[in-house]
């Protein structure tokens, strides 16, 4: 090529990109214009790309974590990641500020991507509840709530399954199909005996069509279930803590690569499996603080979730080098 029609190919880059991004024509507009093909204005656009002729930049405001969040996704292979500025109290024991913060970002990311007829699920944790209470009244048709979990402790605490799965189908005008069962029985014949209950298998018929989950990410040394009163015996907790889990979903425990950890409490359940998440388009994991760091980095390596939000702390020590 002549240097003159090199010159001439350069200006012509320059034109389309000057029209195109500075102009704002539509690249039909451009082609229209200057009497060019449309596939010639997109390979001119892409050239002056890559020649540097077109430099693009993002600014971030401030108090965003974009290049953080573009670091997880692209270390643990996820579809989005969603950073809270919050920072943790200094006492460690009340994370309550920093769950709201997540929470806020959880309920502004499911406002953001909530769509017509999409069919949600929903577990249970204190960080989901305080999703529930930052999420206004969304304008939505067709959407279908489901409860993936039997009600875990209290039937009046606000981070009950159901109560929570109830809220979230109110606040988007949505039908919900419950699961109205304990999530832990007592024995194996038990549950085995509310599984074939019609309104219990009226949801689990359901799991298999969520197309998004929305789920906390636990931490075996702080799950309440692991109470002195509660259901659960320290046996089993003995027996998942030699077995390696470090976390859970829905009360499907699994260790720090995600591998799930099988225990008879397995077996006592009433609730979706970490295999029938995995059939979901999306899980959402929305957990953060120091103590579910090990637990959250667990279900990264795993590939339990798609979407991760959390906070910018916990973010910082996930995309740290081992």
């Known amino acids: 090529m002549s240097h003159s029609a090199k010159e001439t190919d350069l200006r012509l880059m320059s034109k389309v990109s000057a029209l195109y991004y500075l102009q704002g024509l539509k690249q039909r507009q451009i082609a229209d214009r200057l009497h060019l093909s449309r596939p010639k204005v997109s390979r001119l656009l892409q050239e002056a790309r890559d020649r540097g002729i077109v430099q693009i930049s993002v ?11 573009s670091e997880l996704e692209r270390q643990y292979a996820l579809e989005e990641v969603v950073i809270t500025g919050a920072d943790v109290p200094p006492t460690r024991g009340d994370l309550s500020f920093l769950k709201q913060q997540i929470g806020a970002a959880a309920a502004q990311y499911l406002r953001r991507t909530v769509e017509d007829g999409d069919v949600l699920g929903i577990t249970w944790g204190t960080t989901l509840q305080a999703m529930m209470e930052a999420l206004p009244p969304v304008s939505t048709t067709g959407v279908h709530v489901v409860q993936t979990l039997g009600g875990v402790g209290p039937p009046e605490a606000e981070a009950h399954a159901a109560d929570l799965s109830r809220r979230l189908a109110q606040q988007l005008g949505g039908r919900l199909t419950g699961l109205p069962t304990p999530g832990i029985m007592d024995s194996v014949a038990a549950r085995d005996v509310l599984l074939a209950d019609r309104h219990a298998q009226a949801a689990l018929e359901l799991f298999p069509t969520i197309n998004t989950a929305y789920v906390g990410i636990g931490a075996l040394d702080t799950n309440p279930i692991f109470d002195e009163d509660a259901a659960v015996t320290g ?12 976390g859970d979903i829905a009360l499907r425990f699994f260790d720090a690569d995600g591998h799930a950890v099988r225990t008879p409490l397995d077996d006592r359940l009433i609730g979706i499996t970490l295999e029938q998440l995995s059939s979901a388009d999306r899980v959402v994991g929305v957990a953060g603080g120091p103590p579910k760091v090990e637990a959250i980095q667990g279900a990264l390596r795993g590939r339990l979730v798609d979407v991760l939000i959390t906070d910018h702390k916990t973010a910082r020590t996930l995309a740290a080098p081992p």
Not at 60 to 65: Q, R
Not at 235 to 241: A, E, G, H, P, R
């Open 59 to 69: 600014s971030p405001p401030s108090g965003s974590f974009i290049e953080l969040e």
């Open 235 to 246: 046996q089993i907790y003995d027996t998942l803590v030699d077995l390696g889990a470090v």
